[in-house]
């Protein structure tokens, strides 16, 4: 992940906390890292840090219980960031779409049937789209994180149970844009050939 997709991670992962904490409920910071699906030392630092901007205040409870609270500012930055991906992700659906769709037209002119997706997010539905405008099969959806939960009319499973119903031959296509790198990295250690995995050009 480069600089750039860092920062709009970042920048993501502090617009929902801040939708979070903006609700009724008064969730702690073990809850909201369970919701996020991020560590909890991480939660930690990023409330540190909306702390520090102003954008959220901490209310005291007896047991060490805390309640996290948006300001104004909190509210009016939520608002802000919320436009700013609305644009962000608007652009990322139309380049994701049409980088996807070469790539499948490509491995299509090449014979292939079936590929597998390997990381089910946002960017996964979108490549799907393009897969089936290729006329290309999607055989299996995998996800260390996801497994058993539901891709369209697959269910998702661990790499090393999708690598054992493959067949040694088959391309499997990273369909994560936050964690394509950590996924490419996972299969390549599960001994996959590297000339089997491939990524869009610019997700």
Avoid at 70 to 79: C, V
Avoid at 105 to 127: L, P, Q, T
Avoid at 147 to 174: E, M, R, W, Y
């Amino acid at each position: 992940m480069n600089g750039d997709d860092e920062k709009i991670l970042d920048t993501y992962r502090s617009f929902l906390l801040l939708s979070e904490i903006s609700g009724d409920e008064k969730l702690s910071q073990r809850e909201l890292a369970k919701r996020l699906g991020i560590a909890l030392g991480l939660v930690n630092s990023y409330l540190k840090n909306l702390v520090a901007k102003g954008f959220v205040r901490v209310n005291n409870f007896p047991k060490n219980r805390y309640a996290y609270l948006l300001t104004p500012k909190g509210f009016a930055e939520k608002s802000r960031l919320a436009y700013q991906h609305l644009s962000y992700f608007s652009g990322l659906y139309t380049v994701a779409r049409q980088d996807y769709l070469e790539l499948f037209k490509s491995m299509a002119a090449h014979g292939v049937k079936g590929v597998a997706f390997c990381g089910v997010d946002e960017v996964a539905e979108i490549a799907y789209l393009s897969l089936k405008e290729a006329g290309i099969e999607l055989l299996v959806a995998m996800d260390p994180e996801g497994a058993g939960s539901k891709f369209f009319d697959k269910q998702v499973v661990t790499p090393a149970i999708a690598i054992g119903l493959l067949s040694g031959n088959h391309s499997i296509v990273i369909t994560s844009l936050k964690r394509g790198e950590a996924l490419r990295e996972e299969l390549l250690r599960m001994g996959v050939d590297p000339a089997r995995i491939h990524q869009a050009v610019r997700c």
